[in-house]
């Protein structure tokens, strides 16, 4: 029983921390790999623990082991910090396989995720990487919105605000409301109210 080895999200950023010193991540991602299937559960779920060796995995330049960690965290249900159907679409793309990736943000649209800001900030960063403006505009808007509703973090919130206008900049679109919001130090719900789904564009 001494060298029962628990999984703790301490024991996870201390590999992460050491992958990202020596820059090998496949070293990394294979520990956690293993560790995921064999340690004892314990501060950290398997689920969780799949979705950090994934994202080593990425890191490492193997999206198709990347796949595998994250549908094992898919199926294995339990809790994780990030939605992992949003870096199990970022592997698809990565390896060609678009319509299953595009299926997958379908999924995620469909399931009630864009009530989540930190998802749909994940999910707006990915579609940008994918060259997806106004698709990744689109879920930048429900992200905020979702933000100002529930005037939970507000970090979040201007992390969302500014690839917004990022993307609002890039599309050539003008400077609206939520825009403006950005020069208010105090951007949420303390900082005025919503502005009408009228101008702020399309959602």
């Not at 090998?24 to 790999?33: C, F, G, L, T």
């Not at 989540?116 to 990744?136: F, H, I, M, N, S």
């Not at 970090?155 to 409301?177: H, K, S």
């Not at 403006?180 to 789904?197: Q, V």
Request: aromatic share 4%; hydrophobic share 40%; glycine share 8%.
């Amino acid at each position: 029983m001494d060298n029962v080895v628990v999984l703790s999200g301490e024991l996870f950023d201390a590999i992460e921390v050491n992958a990202a010193r020596t820059g090998n991540h496949k070293r990394a991602a294979v520990r956690m790999s293993r560790l995921a299937v064999q340690a004892t559960a314990g501060g950290m779920s398997r689920a969780e623990a799949h979705m950090r060796a994934g994202e080593q995995w990425l890191l490492a330049d193997d999206p198709t082991e990347a796949v595998e960690q994250f549908e094992k965290a898919i199926a294995d249900a339990g809790p994780t910090f990030d939605e992992p159907r949003v870096p199990l679409a970022r592997a698809m793309f990565a390896l060609g396989r678009t319509e299953d990736a595009d299926a997958l943000l379908r999924e995620l649209r469909e399931s009630g995720a864009r009530t989540k800001p930190r998802t749909c900030d994940l999910v707006a960063e990915l579609l940008t990487e994918q060259r997806d403006l106004e698709g990744a505009l689109d879920w930048a808007t429900a992200g905020v919105e979702a933000s100002l509703s529930s005037g939970e973090d507000r970090n979040e919130l201007r992390l969302l605000l500014r690839l917004r206008y990022r993307l609002r900049v890039d599309l050539g679109l003008p400077e609206d409301d939520y825009d403006k919001m950005l020069d208010n130090k105090k951007a949420g719900p303390a900082a005025g109210t919503l502005p009408p789904a009228s101008e702020t564009g399309p959602r």
